[in-house]
């Protein structure tokens, strides 16, 4: 347990497994009272530090079979995404933990190479954390990145296209097989929890997307496309089309178990891919224009697996769905509902 | 209680609460996934960026009688207490709150003022945050800075001055007060109180060190004199001489009331300096030049209100007491102890 490491030995333990690049960060965790970087030698020239924290926990954000390995993935994660969604270069990450004492110490070891695994898997550097004693396990994550042209939430207009990366709902699918303990092929409830116990930040996808200049605004969805939509247009002061039969809900892993393995346990697709969270993909608004730009394009859905589902209306218009049935168009309102934590 | 705001009317009322600079942050806390900074506007031409991250916790760290308030503010002062061990310039701050359900709403403004009027009060903008349901009140900060010329833990020269910035032991007697629910003068019991509900970060004092060019190591003292004398000789490869009565004990106001009123319960002043935490002073070396150098000496007396209570020795030679009875010097060898989580 690592009540017997003592505060010290936990320490020491733990920051031996984080690597930096010393030409960079000249302090690095457990070295001194803060981290030390080099801002010259990290930033190669962009114009502005994006700073972002979030915090998983044992009572909240961990469910029923995720590893220490996850736990510790998720937490680097769930902050690489909200960097992906300025399309921004992260660089440094520093990770505060709450744990509670009688923690097994090869617990810990793994909630750490979750941590190193991910952070290092996207060019970030874990360079600083603190450790206290807690009633339960409490992880708080702070990202740092670099950009020039940093895609916010305010920018969609009207015309413009709606686009998602990759595809919704399998994270939900993963929650949904674990609270109702039901029973699906294999590789289907392989993928549906790995979807959820070990999600993937787009960072490649928010670096090109905001590269190619043609993003005029952008967000990652960690609780429902429904929610990230609101977001959206709130910030950006308009509304949303929205074409139902183009959201690409779950993966084509998961949908090539066939449709009927799903719907023969009541799961409605939709559902999950607009009311439940836990996917971090990107979604985000485009010029219209792009399309006309014929090799832009391509190269965009060639790098990035996107979908256009919508396009951006007048804020009074709202946002609803629609679905074409023959030629005529049918509206319907989208609900404004999703995981809330209070 | 706050359940009854909900997550988005929570987030909404916290966060127009913190002032920011447009200026320099184009995107503040809530306004997008990320915060976003100017960087060349924000770092002044500074060459390094500081990280730290730092939780307060209601299980551990609030001792009875703090007000919220206190809790918000030393949430912001233990951060900045690491900015300033490095002779930083603090900038942005974020934070990321674990909050019970219960939790009523006029507690948590009382939360949230505290965070901005300490994080204010060192010009540092809080940029961002994040809120979850947790068990227990739970605060996590993380600030940025930045240095020049970072003071490291290590570069302790052998001859080197030992000082420390203000006095020691006020908070560990505001702990022994409220543990042993002693009485004692009414302006003694404010002092301790204060101290310890609402530490004040060397920010200024840092800064002034660092820059002076004559500061070998630095470190803050938030775990008791012993504990961080013994961090920067590891650090730094030295032992340390340390003049027992050379250590400021109490402050002045504590002291004034008489040692007979502390004696008389039993407190060992020498105790609270050197074993129990809550500070947040500063512990430095410095190059021993700098008495010769009378001006900058006699500014640095004159602007860091600081004491020297020691030289560096050779590592062999250990962290000793050096008390002189008539000319005969008489060594202790101090214990390493002092708070810690595990």
Redesign the interface.
């Known amino acids: 347990m690592?009540?017997q490491?003592?505060?010290?030995g936990?320490i020491e333990r733990i920051v031996k497994r984080f690597h930096i690049d010393r030409q960079t960060v000249?302090?690095g965790a457990g070295?001194?009272?803060?981290?030390?970087?080099?801002?010259?030698k990290?930033?190669s020239g962009?114009?502005?530090?994006?700073?972002?924290?979030?915090?998983v926990?044992e009572?909240?954000?961990f469910p029923k079979g995720i590893t220490p390995f996850q736990i510790g993935w998720t937490a680097v994660a769930v902050n690489l995404s909200?960097?992906a969604?300025?399309g921004?270069h992260p660089f440094?990450f520093?990770?505060?933990m709450?744990?509670p004492?009688h923690t097994a110490t090869s617990f810990m070891d793994k909630v750490v190479e979750g941590i190193e695994k991910c952070a290092s898997a996207y060019n970030t550097a874990v360079?600083?954390?603190?450790?206290?004693?807690?009633?339960?396990l409490?992880l708080?994550g702070?990202c740092?990145?670099?950009?020039d042209n940093?895609v916010?939430?305010a920018g969609a207009g009207v015309g413009d296209l709606v686009c998602v990366t990759g595809s919704l709902g399998n994270a939900a699918l993963g929650m949904k097989l674990i609270e109702e303990e039901i029973q699906v092929q294999k590789r289907v409830e392989a993928a549906a929890k790995k979807a959820l116990f070990q999600p993937v930040p787009r960072i490649q996808e928010g670096i090109i997307l905001a590269d190619s200049g043609l993003v005029t605004s952008?967000?990652?969805i960690s609780d429902g496309l429904a929610l990230s939509l609101a977001e959206l247009a709130k910030?950006s002061g308009v509304g949303f089309e929205i074409y139902e039969d183009k959201v690409p809900v779950l993966s084509e892993e998961i949908r090539s178990a066939g449709d009927f393995v799903l719907s023969m346990h009541g799961f409605d697709p939709r559902e999950l891919a607009f009311y439940y969270g836990g996917d971090y993909e990107l979604l985000f608004t485009a010029d219209a224009q792009v399309i006309e730009k014929e090799e832009l394009w391509e190269m965009l859905r060639r790098e990035v697996k996107m979908s256009v589902i919508g396009k951006v209306v007048p804020a009074e218009e709202g946002i609803y769905f629609c679905t074409k049935i023959r030629e005529e168009k049918k509206k319907e309102k989208m609900e404004i509902k999703g995981y809330?934590?209070?």
């Open positions: 690592i009540e490491l003592g505060e010290t936990l000249t302090a070295e001194d009272d803060c981290a030390v970087i080099d801002i010259a990290a930033k962009h114009k502005y530090l994006v700073v972002t924290t979030d915090t926990q009572s909240t954000h909200d960097i969604a300025m921004a440094a520093t990770i505060a709450g744990i004492a360079v600083g954390g603190d450790i206290t004693r807690s009633k339960e409490i708080t702070t740092l990145g670099f950009a940093p916010r939430r952008m967000i990652d910030s809330r934590h209070f």
